[in-house]
């Protein structure tokens, strides 16, 4: 017996089209950087919008970029730091640069794209991007017989 997957409205969903498509090919439009990580990062789809949760503990809301062009939403953060300490005849410096690129494909029109919003609090960067109402579910509709 095969078990096949269904949408309760018969259209894939942007969860479902997200990890059967080449979104989950990091190669195409994703890239970091030598010995660096690409942050894990949860989708959600509701009714009324997609909610895209990014991993990135120990950043600042400064540290990211955020674009939305021909619907791709693309996600990058560059971090530097530096610190140097002298004592005595030496001194200790040491510095780190960490940087990451994601990219995910939206649905063609599904998004309002003036209302994408963003926000960053305990380590999480969530980015809202609510649907446009054309888009978004009807509920079923009783129709009567004349």
């Known amino acids: ?46 009714d009324d919008e997609y909610i895209l949760e990014v991993a990135a503990p120990g950043m600042s809301k400064k540290d990211f970029k955020i674009n939305f062009q021909n619907n791709v939403l ?37 998004v309002d794209s003036d209302k994408i919003s963003a926000g960053y609090a305990d380590g999480i960067l969530s980015v809202k991007l609510p649907k446009r109402e054309e888009v978004k579910p009807k509920p079923a509709r009783e129709i009567k017989i004349s």
């Open 1 to 46: 017996m095969t078990l096949a997957k269904r949408s309760e409205n018969f259209l894939p969903s942007f969860f479902d089209r997200f990890f059967n498509s080449d979104l989950m090919d990091w190669n195409l439009t994703n890239f970091s950087g030598p010995n660096n990580t690409l942050p894990a990062v949860n989708v959600k789809e509701t």
């Open 74 to 110: 693309t996600i990058s953060s560059e971090k530097k730091e530096e610190k140097r300490e002298a004592e005595d005849n030496y001194t200790r410096r040491e510095f780190s640069y960490h940087s990451f690129q994601r990219s995910f494909t939206v649905p063609h029109n599904d």
